[in-house]
């Protein structure tokens, strides 16, 4: 154990010399060990008896953990008004953005409180590296057993699906004279979100495929025919002078995949378009930006980076990676460091993923707090929704076992979450009329993305019944054999996890929603014909392709890293490495903001209050007939959305959420999720207007650039 220096620290008079007038002090009493306050929802769901395999030693080293604090509730009240003007037209503030100085001083924790705590972590042997300018944030490094010493709580070795982790096994405890301006660690374990690329499925994998023939993979010239980029790019709007950041933790395998992407795919006449590999470093204070080199999540750095710039192909795209630290997502970290600096991007890209409940309470806070600060900057933060349908907390899993959860990554006030479509030529036996020579030659009709047995299309193309139960398809020998029994889907759902904790049962799987509440829905989350009244963060915002060759269409990627599955990028690009996953459409919609940007000559902050304002106003108050993308090359032209009207992101799963399962002594047999488990309600289906499965829709760009910048 630790010895401690001082049991009870005086509280500093520290005064903040530049701003007389700035926040105001709240830790009043002394700090003392003696009253303690717990800080709940905090512990992952795998720190159970079951996987515990006892304490780690005193001695293992915690580099740069994270404390999060909190302002006042006044303070966060002042914060969410002023947001809100700088994205009002009429307000005489909008759009004059702060920097990360001017907004730590005026919403940060005061500069005394500040000092107490610090001093109450350097009591317990931590190394405080460093305060970051917003006020909010301080990074400090030490040891297990000086996180047993201060925050009571022990790091243990844990065993999971084979892998080795550690993590807290209870919740976190600090004195109560801090509880005012703490909200907790940010993370005291080593699970780490996934990157949401999705290989492609191959031919013989799909049972469509027999029945309907190959399809046609798409191309940076597609993408600009499907979505209407091309009127945008005559007009010689290319994003040039616009900054995208896709943030990583790790380096991208090699540029020059990114330049002949460009110069095989026809982008390489942009010449204002450039990459740069970044590891953005902290203004003062410890680097704790540290050089990732390249490992196996390379494969998202790279599509990330090269379907941003075919969106916006006069655009700089900016490679921002630091490696994860023992408990800290590497790409957190290069985000904050990138909101600190004198010029940030005016675009964040994020194709990282985790489940609410798995983030835990301060995870999610620490998510909410820098896409916060972003918007408050100008910065537009876009993030994939997942690739789980609305079973958020079962990535890569045969099915979903903890029922509806979604990605704590996307959830937040201050994000646009991006959804995944697939195109519906090959469902509907129209691939002709749409492709030709694999060419697109218009817009395509489209569906929410799944690949799970339980999707509604593939169930109807199929001439299967139900998806539940014994006679249900998921549990044929088809669905086996064809792998579909997934939670490979476009994600989408309510925030439900936000703040406190599941009840979990022995394995950690959820088997109820305990203390756990959402995020409290946006007030620009309104208006939209469709959207529930349910008071929280619904997810996700705007939809664009995402598919993993479920309906035979994939992104293409040059990805040269030919020992770790990637090919040589000779020859035809559909021999090249083929991927899905709403982590390519995230980047695709960020270069999109970024034709937005140049066109309106400025960084627009958060990007949705726009898109809902527009949806409102196209959808009416009972959806718009002429905007339905089942008319595929007949929509609207004026329209600014595709709404997505057919298909869902249902998945077959059993427990939490699902209905239709059932379990003997000598097997189960699959269900659906549901948002009930009495009745078969689908979680869920694509509705006329907004929905959970695509969101508003996908967009049209040239009638979206148009559109903004009458606002």
Known sequence: MIKRTLWAIPVLGLAFASHAAGPTARITSRVSESSLTTLAGNVRPEATAAHDRGAVAD????????????????????????????????????????????????????????????????????????????????DFSGTAGAVRDAFHTEIHKLAVKGAKHFANMSDPRIPSALASVVKGVVSLNDFR??????????????????????????????????????????????????????????????????????????????????LVQSHPAPTSGTNNCADPGINANAIEAEVDAQWASAAAPGAKIVVAACADTSTLFGGLIAVQNLLEASAPPQIISVSYGECEAGLGTTGNAAYVAAYQQAVAEGVSVFVSSGDEGGAGCDAGQNGAYDGIGVNGFASTPYNVAV??????????EATSSYWSGGAALSYIPEIPWNDSCAGSVFLSYASQGIAYGSSGFCNSVDALEYAMDNTIAASGGPSNCASGSPTFDSSGLISALGSCKGTTKPSWQSGVYGLTSDGVRDLPDVSMFASNYFWGHAYVECY???????????????????????????????????????????????????????????????????????????????????????GDIVVNCYGFDCYGYTGTASGFYWGVLSTSRSTDSPAYAAATGWDFATGIGTVNVANLVNGWSSQ
């Not at 009127?231 to 010689?236: M, N, T």
């Not at 040039?240 to 395998?253: C, F, H, N, P």
């Not at 960020?590 to 949705?608: D, E, I, M, W």
């Open 59 to 138: 001695t293992m080293p915690l580099a740069h953990m994270q404390l999060l604090l909190q302002r006042s509730s006044d303070q966060e009240s002042a914060l969410a008004s002023a947001i809100d003007a700088l994205h009002d037209p009429k307000s005489p503030t909008y759009h004059q953005w702060l920097s990360a100085k001017q907004f730590g001083a005026q919403y940060g924790v005061a500069q005394s409180d500040i000092a107490t705590v610090t001093q109450w972590l350097a009591a317990h042997g931590f190394k405080v590296d460093r305060v970051q300018a917003n006020a909010m944030t301080i």
């Open 193 to 274: 979100p996934r990157a949401l690329a999705v290989r492609a499925r191959k031919a013989a994998a799909h049972p469509q495929d027999a029945a309907s023939g190959s399809g046609a993979n798409l191309a940076p010239a597609d993408l600009a025919t499907i979505y209407n980029f091309s009127p945008v790019f005559a007009a010689g709007n290319t994003g040039q002078g616009q900054t995208i950041a896709v943030v990583e933790d790790t380096d991208v395998y090699s540029a020059q995949d990114w330049s002949t992407f460009r110069s095989r795919l026809g982008l390489s006449g942009y010449t204002t378009g450039s």
């Open 419 to 428: 959804g995944g479509t697939d195109f519906a030529d090959e469902s509907a």
């Open 560 to 646: 040269s890293d030919i020992a770790n599955g990637g090919s040589a990028c000779t020859g035809t690009p559909d021999d090249w490495t083929l991927l899905g996953g709403t982590s390519i459409a995230a980047p695709v919609l960020a270069g999109v903001q970024a034709l937005v940007n140049y066109k309106t000559g400025s960084a627009q902050g958060n990007p949705n209050y726009v898109f809902y304002k527009l949806a409102a106003s196209e959808y009416g108050s009972s959806g718009n007939a002429s905007c339905n993308s089942s008319k595929g090359s007949g929509v609207g032209s004026s329209c600014i959305f595709h709404d997505v009207t057919q």
